[in-house]
């Protein structure tokens, strides 16, 4: 799970069958996917995109940045984005010990509920990094969540990497059902600035629809 691929192997989506990688689609669906958020102008930024294009999008937010900033997570809720718990503060699951990890986890629900009293979407996670043990990952599915994972990385998050490397590593890779995840965070914001509406008009080009993670 180590954010050595671009498109996630095939042997690694066997390795851990309970996680959810991408989905079985034969309608060219694909699933946008964003990181870390939410936070002021960049998140601003990439809903306007998605409301321009009319594109529904799945939005794993951090605890942290839900409670500095709960208008713009309200916005993606009115807005009919969905939402999943990425932890409080962003931890990495290899680094930390179940328990401590599990309270982190619980803290960012807590939140997600403070501001989703009528919110009915579903119950998803998605672990930072995509680093979390089986022990951790056993006792948040035990909570009725999903853990979501992915299939296509764009790396926008690599100051390394090139705006259009970025775009490239998203539209050479997708795939019918694939989950990609961008991320809304002051790291990404040169590459996702780029990449995304150039990204969402080369697929639309190519046929596929964007929905929400079921």
Not at 18 to 27: C, E, F, I, R
Not at 40 to 60: G, H, N, R, S, Y
Not at 81 to 96: A, D, E, Q, R
Not at 164 to 187: A, Q
């Amino acid at each position: 799970m180590n954010n050595f691929w671009i498109k996630t192997p095939f042997f690694i989506k066997w390795l851990f069958p309970k996680y959810v990688w991408s989905a079985k689609d034969q309608n060219k669906t694909i699933y946008l996917t964003f990181d870390d958020g939410p936070i002021p102008e960049v998140t601003e930024w990439i809903l306007d995109i998605l409301k321009k294009e009319k594109i529904k999008a799945t939005f794993f937010c951090i605890g942290e940045n839900i409670e500095k900033h709960p208008n713009i997570f309200e916005r993606v809720i009115d807005e009919g984005h969905t939402i999943g718990n990425h932890t409080f503060n962003h931890l990495n699951g290899w680094k930390t010990t179940s328990e401590a990890y599990i309270e982190n986890f619980n803290a960012c629900h807590s939140t997600i509920q403070k501001y989703t009293s009528n919110y009915k979407g579903p119950k998803l996670f998605r672990p930072p990094y995509g680093k979390i043990t089986k022990t951790q990952a056993n006792r948040i599915m035990q909570q009725g969540y999903k853990i979501i994972m992915w299939d296509v990385l764009s790396y926008d998050f690599n100051p390394k990497m090139s705006p259009e490397k970025c775009l490239t590593n998203v539209v050479k890779n997708i795939t019918c059902g694939s989950i990609i995840v961008f991320h809304d965070s002051l790291k990404a914001e040169k590459n996702i600035k780029f990449a995304l509406p150039k990204a969402i008009s080369l697929l639309k080009e190519k046929g596929f629809q964007f929905e929400t993670i079921f």
